[in-house]
């Protein structure tokens, strides 16, 4: 062996550091840490730039605030995960609210109306699903479709207006707490965690995982895919009901478009979260992280006095960083 051979032989090989280092990056694990460490380097920043923001009041509020844009990650989580994609779930979740407040005011109990919104939001699940998986449609154009559906029917049935909603067992959805802590936000965790078990324990959470990995061999394996993306559609519209039932408690008014300015936040919360858009891989704890961030972020900049213009372009940066840290995790896992 001469001694060129030798010292070649002796050194580390770059492809198999490249390949180790490859291969922690795409750990989905590594994900979440990431984004970990980055919600604590924006805690400290913003604690550093006001000295409102660590305030127990303030960090109670960043919950409040983000819970039902919460909801609604949750569930669209596992829907992308499966292969789908739900545009509509804040139009329900508007939908929700206007049903409840309208319910309301003709003298109907106010429990009933938000049962009734609860059906509703079900069955556009039920609508998104069966067009997805029987029509062979883009989730995409489908749910944009609904979107503008529901959206426009609580306009009609308002008027464009907000319609009131002062009824203290209700708004206590909205603003009470247990032990101090907001019961939105309660709400939030319990759901993020009920979806967690199911996805990670269940044998409905491998199929969720299969059917957007590769719907194809998934059914030749005996995986229902179609029942599978049609429970998660449902899902979703029942999540998107709860938020708006939620936000209108919060409000103390049901308004029409209130959920809807909310909709870049929610997917941008998915996809920072680590879930591909692709399918077949994501983490609802990736999406909680991600949410808290997104909702830290506006709280810090309104604190700072910075525009709302300002910070709607800040939210379109963090969705095309998202995106792009969404390409990169896809390269890295080949």
Known sequence: MNKSNSIVAGEPKPTSQRQSMTEILARPVAGIVVLLGFYVILLAAFAMLSPFFLSVSNLANIGTNVAFIGLMAAAGTPLIIGGGLDLSVAAV?????????LMHSNGINIWFGCLTALVIGAGVGILNGVIVTKLRLNPLIVTLGTMSIFSGLSMVMTGGLSKPLFVPAFNWLGSGRIFSVPFPVIVMLIVFAVL??????????????????NPEASSLLGVPVERTQMILYVISGISGAAAGII?????????????????LTIIAAII?????LFGGRGSVWGTLIAVLILGTLNNGLTLMNVSSFWQDVTRGVVLLLAVGLDQLRVRLQG
């Open 247 to 263: 936000l209108a408690a919060m409000l103390g008014a049901a308004a029409p478009n209130a959920a809807s300015q909310h909709l």
């Open 93 to 101: 979740a508007g939908l929700a609210g206007v049903i409840v407040a």
């Open 196 to 213: 967690w078990l199911v996805l990670a324990k269940t044998p409905f959470g491998r199929f969720v995982y299969a059917t957007g990995g």
């Open 272 to 276: 920072l979260g680590g879930t591909s």
